[in-house]
Nanobody, 117 residues
């Protein structure tokens, strides 16, 4: 079993920055893809950014140029640096990881990000 623990959410003014972290622990051989999703009230969960084990990244169009995803394989941790935040970025952010030799992906518990003046 694998557990994902997120941290770094909070309240920030428009134009501000936040850094989210998600650390995995448990029965881990290695981790394939890591990603961040978000879900705003009344909306479906959407992929924000992802990073493969080889370091290839993907970003949703709405966050390109503002968000940066990175990973530390030694710490089994994925980060999301969020800059120039907008009210539209307000959502609960979830991390997701696909772990080698595990059938299903794992999700974090979610962390609230609120962008408001």
């Amino acid at each position: 079993q694998v557990q994902l623990v997120e941290s770094g959410g909070g309240l920030v003014q428009p134009g501000g920055s936040l850094r989210l972290s998600c650390a995995a622990s448990g029965s881990i051989f290695s981790i394939n893809a890591m990603g961040w999703y978000r879900q705003a009230p009344g909306k479906q969960r959407e992929l924000v950014a992802s990073i493969t084990s080889g370091g290839n990244t993907y970003y949703a169009d709405s966050v390109k140029g503002r968000f940066t995803i990175s990973r530390d394989n030694a710490k089994n941790t994925v980060y999301l640096q969020m800059n120039s935040l907008k009210p539209a970025d307000t959502a609960v952010y979830y991390c997701r990881m696909t772990v080698v030799r595990h059938e299903f992906p794992y999700w974090g518990q979610g962390t609230q990000v609120t962008v408001s003046s």
